[in-house]
């Protein structure tokens, strides 16, 4: 595409082009001559002209009229736009609508979130099983492999609440499953969703487990930790 044209139509104000209709136009089954004559219609639309004929346009393009008509029959095929009937002052016409295009668009910014945040889940799962297996001292087992994979699946926990679940375990002295279960067990039942949540919701349950220090036997930096498994 000209990159000359395509400044000059932003200087003039013809159009504004939608940066994701240039970002993605591939994605969503356009070429560079479909783009363009998409970008047209959008300008047309702009000075009022909402159904420009063939001839009109190809008068912009390097195109004929006849090649201009084989385009729009594709695009309209291809449900990129559609022909509608609008009426004003009891006078019918027809316009062209790109609301089919504009969808196109949106379920492929959609779909490509989905494929970002299954990879983030995925590079987020490896993590766990490495912070786990490192913290742990060896390879988790098998039943151990089953159990990370519960509470990510079945009990839709998020792997940093269960990291902090394991930090908080690792800090109380007591690295075993059965613990940390009930970590997120107590977190789940209180609607712990974050990190600063489970801070706060540890936090004060060490508040209330704090004994009187016996200054023979405990320094005064000493931290008492609260045992989950008490609950």
């Not at 959609?110 to 494929?115: G, R, V």
């Not at 936090?203 to 609950?231: C, G, I």
Request: with cysteine; aromatic share 10%.
């Amino acid at each position: 595409m000209d990159k000359e044209l395509m400044v000059s139509w932003i200087e003039a104000g013809i159009i504004q082009i939608p940066y994701l209709l240039i970002q993605k136009y591939r994605e969503i089954g356009l070429d560079e001559k479909e783009l363009v004559l998409l970008l047209h219609i959008l300008s047309f639309a702009e000075k009022g002209n909402e159904f420009p004929t063939p001839e009109q346009i190809s008068e912009r393009m390097t195109i004929t009229s006849s090649e201009c008509s084989s385009v729009l029959r594709r695009l309209v095929q291809l449900e990129m736009i559609k022909i509608e009937e609008g009426s004003s002052e009891e006078i019918r016409f027809e316009k062209y609508s790109l609301t089919p295009l504009w969808m196109k668009l949106v379920n492929e910014m959609i779909q490509e979130k989905k494929q970002l945040d299954i990879k983030n889940i995925f590079l987020e799962e490896q993590d766990i099983y490495s912070t786990f297996e490192k913290e742990f001292g060896r390879p988790l087992s098998p039943i151990e492999c089953e159990s990370l994979a519960m509470w990510i699946d079945q009990d839709g926990q998020d792997p940093v609440i269960i990291k902090a679940a394991l930090r908080e375990a690792v800090m109380s002295g007591k690295v075993n499953f059965r613990y940390i279960d009930r970590i997120l067990f107590e977190w789940k039942k209180n609607g712990i969703q974050t990190l600063e949540q489970a801070r706060v919701h540890s936090l004060k349950f060490r508040q209330k487990s704090r004994q009187p220090v016996n200054q023979t036997s405990a320094t005064s930096n000493a931290v008492p930790f609260y045992n989950w498994l008490e609950q």
